[in-house]
């Protein structure tokens, strides 16, 4: 008896782990069910200046710069969004970077370096964006991040490593545009957390609905997951036959049409 009890044990125990394997299959184009795109709206242009760490010259490229942007622009396409981004310029500057700085003094080293009425005519158009790409063993990706902004201190400004994926850059000017991460798991707990760390006049941009998904085995550009796809989420957008979104949970590409509003009002 005791010996079929451990049989049976194993048994289950093995057709369990069969079939809570987790799915690695790679992204495939053909199984995203995209709907049909109508924009009624012109179409809104973002300019884009890269200043690339002056020590990176033989290892990034414009060419990287340029297939971050062309991505972008995918993800928005995808998601029937009426905004596109440019590349309008790409330097190398040396951002007399320690390697020590936290987030906030990386941007107030940097800009001193590039110039800050350089700068300030950037930040003065909201359809300007600067991205900096640092050395990825700079300290603020000693915990793995690759990408970073923070809207409160830049809503013009994005951090980039020197090894981010193609996917980052939108990622990234997707916070700018309020849209966030995956919410948690079993509770939700993300709204609260979202709240705490922003200022109190700023809180009513934290939306519920603003949050990443999971479709199959992929999230959406503001997931962590190992496979992305080139959509923010949305309920009207299908992966492997899995809704990729929800309109009370998880709908990024609501929040980035009222991020596009805001800025043709």
């Known amino acids: 008896m005791k010996r079929l ?8 125990t093995l057709i369990f782990i069969y079939f809570n394997q987790p799915d690695h299959t790679p992204y495939e184009q053909a199984e ?3 709907p049909t795109c109508v924009l009624t709206e012109p179409m809104i242009v973002t300019r884009v200046s890269y200043f690339v760490d002056s020590s990176l010259r033989n290892i990034y490229e414009k060419g990287l710069a340029q297939k971050q942007i062309e991505l972008s622009n995918t993800i928005l396409t995808n998601s029937c969004l ?5 590349l309008v310029s ?17 941007h107030t080293q940097g800009s001193m370096s590039i110039g800050s009425d350089k700068l300030k005519l950037l930040r003065e158009n909201p359809l300007d964006f600067y991205v900096f790409v640092a050395r990825n063993n700079h300290l603020v990706f000693d915990d793995g991040t690759i990408g970073a ?3 409160e201190l830049s809503d013009s400004y994005i951090l980039l490593a020197d090894d981010s994926e193609p996917d980052t850059l939108e990622h990234e000017f997707g916070h700018l ?6 919410e948690t798991l079993l509770f939700s707990l993300r709204q609260g957390e979202l709240e705490r760390s922003t200022r109190p006049e700023n809180r009513h941009l934290i939306k519920p609905y603003a949050r990443a998904y ?15 796809l080139p959509i923010y989420s949305s309920p009207e957008i299908k992966y492997r036959a899995e809704i990729c979104g929800n309109k009370l949970h998880a709908d ?3 929040r980035v049409q009222e991020y596009i509003n805001k800025l043709r009002g």
């Open 5 to 12: 009890l451990l049989v049976v044990s194993i048994v289950s």
């Open 252 to 254: 990024n590409r609501r």
């Open 177 to 182: 545009m309020w849209a966030n991460h995956s």
């Open 32 to 34: 995203l069910d995209l």
């Open 90 to 106: 790409f330097e190398y500057v040396d951002l007399k970077l320690s390697g020590e700085e936290y987030f906030d003094e990386l």
């Open 82 to 86: 009426p905004l596109r981004r440019l």
């Open 214 to 228: 999971k479709c199959s085995n992929a999230g959406t550009v503001m997931s962590y997951e190992e496979v992305r």
């Open 149 to 151: 902004t923070d809207w």
